[in-house]
């Protein structure tokens, strides 16, 4: 399947529910709305054509006025490769675990619950692992994020 | 270390006394400089060349360096790679773990003082010397294994003039 | 016996050990020798990369990323570079990807001497450790007449590679791969048939095919469980669809397997380096790239194949000359992940040889 | 009292020696332990140096099979690095952990240096060159050596560590186990002489080569093996080093010692390894018997050559694993160790030997 026809497959298979971002000559990114995350992970694995069974990457992203959480997952029967995200609120951020799916997103979802704040539905193991256990001083990778021992770099 | 400290005092009341705590001295500083054990411990880039300084082509064991795993019995920490605000604690404790007379050796710009992580991140030490007390700097990213060999002789140029009674009483 | 009592108890593996490749602390609730369960915990040397690079231009990124994986720093520079390519839309010259292609597999049997000696060293033999450090030295020299650094080279830059080959570079090239196909029956001959070494890791753990895909195993570690998955072949980036060369597999997917596939892979790598520096061409080695260049705003996740698996890097453009956002992806963060699943149950000895075996390198998980 | 020492056996210095004690005319009681005592305190001397020096060649050794030199600034080839090295643990604090087992730290290392200079008592050094040739020598040697074993003991217990005590587990373990194929491999040579004595063990192999018992076949190199095997899991080396496993359990049994407590664990292991060897020598090889060179000479290097053999060893071979060990020793060395020593023993009935 060549990209363009997986473009197509998405978007005849999963109409309504996956939505093309425009981002130009890029490769397709698509949204997927918070309550069908699960839903969509589950049929992107399981749909015969496409079999997305291995987890690349999920990343979080402070856009300033909303979080996104940007889901890569791979293909290793059909070597093909999709990115899709995940709009959330600024507060209250909260996606729904897809270790039942993939459970190599297990420390993925850790990761952006530390360093976001992005609250992951049944995890079952959301324990702080990246940063030191005492602390306390937010979630770092925030835009607004700061402390008093941050030193920005200095505007050459 | 009470009784070695007070020794030379009575030593050079006795006659030919002065001679022999100096020669002592001279062996004691010698054997000291020359048999530095280095604790097996590298967190970043600079352990690779720890590695490499350790392996055929410089081999540290020409200098009497071999490395051991427990800090107990090793008189020198190579502090090889970042200090992470996490790690820091746990260096430390490393440190205590070691027996008199210890040495540090902070090798690479992140145990300098951060290196290239000192601007923007949340999670770096700036500089060992904030947790232990550091006896030779060797700047670079990584350092070259020559720098490092270069290190560890100035290292035991500062142990060959270390007096006795300099040691501070712990 | 009636009254025997047994206790389970608790052991801190690391942060500094000898064998956890940096600073990973494992805590292994054991069995008298056995382990019972594996909790690791990582963050040790969490320096924060992503942070860093979102204050600063995409040039200044690429040497920090160097720090992401400092044992094949060429492919994170790699992968950062084809993800501010792809984004800008740069064209990068002929010259320039053959000597990327040429860079990342010196680098990546660089890689795997390490892998070769770490490994041994951990099942108690020091020697071949020396001996993998002693052609790896071949290949820095390479590296270091040509970008002048002997670990974090900086040397792809985006839009192609910072400086061109001397002229002793490609004789020395062949040279040391030649070096290097002739030591590794050495190698081979020191180890693979040893009893002892095969007791170690014949049938250790195990790692099924479906597992190491559930939880995103990758790259050398993948494909010694029998899945043909190579992203230079499936997924092809830079020019290595021009390439002859074989994907290195085995199927038995144990600690054995798993050494054996890094072997082949070198010879693999020779063979690549071999036909690029046969089809090298002249021209210019870089494309015309300002230091303060803007890409336009949008998104890219960018992958390729490194020694340790998939390297990814995730780039957020705002349309501004630094980076919104950047996500690195290691190889070594999943397989870590692996390790209490098929950890569990051998002995402690067991354990050291699977965590040598899946090659994990701690920047990589923490970044 | 009499003492299993013949006095008109006694060789060179040690004569010398008595003779010049005999001439100050102390009672007899008094000039024998005189005699004793300093006989002690040479061959605790000896050893010390020969521990120092095995220390030294081990280096050395490593470093010219991984393409290096080893030890080269102490003087001609560092030749007095472990010297240096011993200096300098001298001077080391001497960590005392606060939840340490108070007696049993304490006492793990002076045991561990003392039981291996116990076996010194009954080894042939040369022609006459032996401390007390006891009849019962090489059982009492396989008595003493097990001491070792109760000292890595008490040094993981005593730590209160967990490594440490990991590590002292695993080396009874082991040395239980090898201790049977290790008695069972030199059954098959005692029965074969008749005597327990070490003296009368060399002596049974005087003259030519053909009458030391490595090549006694079959059941000569067999026990030899077996032994060589045995014995380097006994010197607790690789690749049976398990119980101090660098990349399992950090430095096991010694873990949480420092100065020269570590040192005493440390040149204990060397004079191990001596032991061995000697103890191979004295058996297989024909202890002091050569031509041509002082006995004591042919003795060193005899032992020198086993001693490079196992450094080899070391040097060339991963770790095996605990249960791999146990293994290799109950299903493998124990039943081949005592068909050889059957089959010894119907030869020497039989007499079918040379």
Not at chain 3, 127 to 139: S, V
Not at chain 3, 173 to 180: G, Y
């Amino acid at each position: 399947m060549t990209g363009d026809e997986l473009k197509d497959y998405v978007a005849r298979q999963f109409e309504g529910r996956m939505t093309l971002l425009d981002t130009g000559r890029f490769d397709p990114m698509y949204e997927v709305k918070v309550p069908d995350l699960l839903e969509v992970a589950k049929a992107l694995r399981d749909d015969e054509n496409l079999k997305f069974d291995f987890f690349c990457n999920l990343g979080g992203v402070d856009t300033g006025e909303r979080f996104e959480a940007v889901y890569s997952i791979a293909s290793t029967i059909n070597k093909l490769r999709l990115d899709f995200k995940v709009m959330l609120p600024r507060d209250g951020a909260e996606i729904e675990s897809v270790q039942e799916i993939w459970p190599g997103a297990n420390w993925y979802e850790r990761e952006i619950w530390e360093l976001f704040g992005i609250n992951v539905k049944n995890h079952g193991n959301l324990k702080r692992f990246l940063l030191p256990d005492d602390w306390d001083q937010g979630h770092p990778l925030r835009k607004d994020w700061d402390a008093p021992d941050f030193i920005r770099m200095p505007e050459l | 270390m009470g009784l070695i400290r007070k020794l030379p005092i009575y030593a050079e009341k006795i006659p030919g006394g002065a001679i022999t705590t100096t020669t002592l001295e001279k062996v004691r500083q010698y054997s000291q400089a020359c048999s530095l054990w280095y604790l097996l411990f590298g967190t970043a880039c600079c352990a690779i060349e720890l590695m490499c300084t350790g392996a055929a082509r410089y081999d540290f064991d020409r200098l009497g360096m071999i490395f051991r795993a427990t800090p107990r019995q090793s008189d020198l920490i190579i502090c090889a790679g970042t200090i992470t605000k996490k790690m820091g604690p746990r260096l430390r404790r490393l440190y205590d773990q070691m027996a008199e007379p210890r040495y540090v050796i902070a090798m690479g710009g992140c145990t300098v003082s951060g290196g290239p992580f000192y601007y923007d991140s949340y999670a770096v030490e700036k500089g060992i010397n904030h947790i232990i007390p550091v006896d030779v700097y060797i700047p670079g990213c990584p350092p070259r294994p020559e720098s490092l060999l270069e290190g560890c002789l100035t290292l035991q140029e500062k142990i060959k003039k270390q007096k006795l009674s300099d040691w501070q009483e712990k | 016996m009636g009254g025997l009592r047994t206790e389970e108890f608790i052991v801190n593996m690391g942060p500094q050990h000898p064998s956890t490749h940096g600073v990973c602390r494992l805590m292994l609730t054991m069995d008298g020798e056995k382990v019972v369960k594996i909790e690791p915990f990582i963050g040790y040397l969490h320096r924060a990369i992503e942070k860093i690079c979102e204050n600063r231009t995409y040039a200044q990124c690429v040497p920090i990323i160097d720090r992401f994986e400092y044992v094949t720093s060429m492919s994170c520079n790699q992968v950062f570079s084809l993800a501010a390519e792809k984004l800008a839309g740069i064209e990068v010259p002929e010259r320039a990807e053959y000597l990327r292609v040429i860079m990342l597999e010196l680098n990546r049997i660089a890689s795997h001497l390490i892998f070769y000696g770490v490994t041994a060293m951990d099942l108690g033999a020091l020697t071949p450790f020396l001996y993998g450090l002693r052609e790896r030295e071949m290949i820095i020299d390479l590296f270091e007449m040509t970008c002048g650094q002997r670990l974090t080279y900086n040397y792809i830059r985006i839009g192609g590679v910072s400086r061109d080959i001397p002229k002793e570079f490609v004789p020395q090239c062949r040279k040391a791969i030649e070096t290097i196909r002739d030591k590794l029956n050495d190698y081979e001959g020191l180890l693979n048939e040893n009893p002892i070494w095969l007791v170690r890791n014949k049938g250790v753990g195990y790692l099924a095919p479906d597992v190491a895909i559930a939880y995103g195993v990758s790259g050398p570690s993948l494909r010694a469980s029998g899945v043909k998955y190579d992203l230079r072949r499936d997924d092809p980036y830079s020019i290595y669809d021009r390439f002859d060369f074989d994907v290195a597999v085995r199927y038995n997917g144990d600690c054995y397997d798993r050494y054996l596939v890094r072997l082949d892979e070198i010879k693999q790598s020779i063979r690549i380096v071999d036909q690029a520096l046969d089809g090298l061409p002249e021209g210019p080695i870089r494309a015309k790239v300002s230091p303060n260049f803007k890409p336009p705003a949008g998104e890219v996740y960018s992958r390729i194949e490194n020694s340790r698996g998939e390297m990814g890097a995730y780039i957020l453009s705002d349309g501004s000359k630094k980076p919104f956002r950047v996500k690195l992806r290691g190889g070594s963060y999943n397989q870590l992940e692996v390790v209490p699943v098929i950890g569990v149950g051998g002995l402690i000895a067991d354990l050291v040889a699977i965590f040598a075996s899946l090659d994990v390198i701690m920047p990589e998980v923490d970044r | 009292m009499s003492w299993p020492l013949a006095i008109g056996e006694l060789h060179g210095i040690f004569r010398l020696l008595y003779g010049l004690l005999k001439d100050t005319g102390l009672p007899q009681p008094w000039l024998d332990t005189v005699t004793y005592i300093v006989l002690s305190v040479v061959v605790f001397g000896l050893l010390s140096v020969i521990a120092l020096f095995l220390v030294w060649w081990e280096r050395k050794i490593a470093g010219h099979i991984q393409q290096r030199f080893g030890p080269m600034r102490n003087g001609w080839h560092g030749w007095y690095q472990t010297i240096m090295d011993g200096l300098k643990l001298l001077q080391k604090e001497d960590v005392i952990i606060s939840t340490r087992d108070k007696v049993v730290f304490f006492w793990a290392p002076v045991m561990c240096f003392v039981a291996a200079f116990l076996a010194y008592v009954v080894i042939p050094f040369g022609d006459g060159l032996i401390v007390a040739d006891l009849n019962i020598g090489i059982l009492y040697i396989m008595a003493v050596t097990t001491f070792t074993v109760i000292s890595l003991l008490m040094a993981g217990w005593g730590s209160n560590n967990k490594y440490a005590l990991l590590g002292g587990m695993r080396s009874a373990a082991q040395v239980v186990s090898y201790e049977v194929p290790m008695v069972a491999s030199v059954l098959a040579i005692v029965v074969f002489v008749g005597s327990l004595s070490m003296v009368d063990i060399v002596k049974s192999q005087s003259g030519l080569v053909f009458n030391w018992f490595i090549f006694r076949f079959p059941f000569g190199p067999i026990a030899f093996i077996t032994y060589i095997i045995a014995g380097t899991a006994e010197a607790n080396r690789t690749p049976f080093d398990i119980p101090e496993a660098e990349q399992e359990l950090v430095a096991g049994y010694n873990v949480e010692y420092s100065g020269m407590k570590f040192a005493m664990f440390f040149l204990a292991e060397f004079i191990n390894m001596f032991t061995i060897s000697a103890v191979a020598v004295t058996l297989f090889l024909g202890g002091w018997n050569g031509p041509f060179l002082p006995s004591w000479i042919w003795f060193v290097i005899k032992v020198l050559a086993i001693v490079l053999l196992l450094m080899l060893f070391r040097w060339t071979y991963p770790r095996l694993r605990v249960d791999q060990l146990m293994e290799f020793a109950w299903k493998f060395l124990v039943p081949v160790t005592f068909a050889n020593l059957i089959l010894a023993a119907w030869m020497k009935y039989a007499g079918w030997y040379w």
